[in-house]
């Protein structure tokens, strides 16, 4: 069993930068390939980035590609998002799961989902 918690969101003017954490319980954490997702109002949750449990491959959607970064310390059992150049499009409550298996892109194939943070970017 893993739990995941969320932090790290707020307000932000266009241009800005936040991190993200996602602090999990359960010491098998590390052994898990993690995601981060977001979800805004009205829209489906759609992959942001992800990162395996070594850290050795990471992929980011191309809508964040050169912006976002994913990385993880796994002795703190924390795995972060990095968010710099914000866009008030990036307005979201932002998740972090683990992957069970298949595609890594895909919410359906994720468990233990967090509370989510909020992340508001203004123009």
């Known amino acids: 069993q893993v739990q995941l918690v969320e932090s790290g969101g707020g307000l932000v003017q266009a241009g800005g930068s936040l991190r993200l954490s996602c602090a999990a319980s359960g010491r098998t954490f590390s052994s898990y390939t993690t995601g981060w997702f977001r979800q805004a109002p009205g829209k489906e949750r759609e992959f942001v980035a992800a990162i395996s449990w070594s850290g050795v491959w990471r992929y980011s959607a191309d809508s964040v590609k050169g912006r976002f970064t994913i990385s993880r310390d796994n002795a703190k059992n924390t795995v972060y998002l990095q968010m710099n150049s914000l866009k008030p499009e990036d307005t979201a409550v932002h998740y972090c799961?683990?992957?069970?298996?298949?595609?890594?892109?895909?919410?359906?194939?994720?468990?233990?989902w967090g509370q989510g943070t909020q992340v508001t970017v203004s123009s």
């Open positions: 799961a683990v992957l069970r298996d298949g595609a890594y892109y895909n919410p359906f194939n994720y468990d233990y």
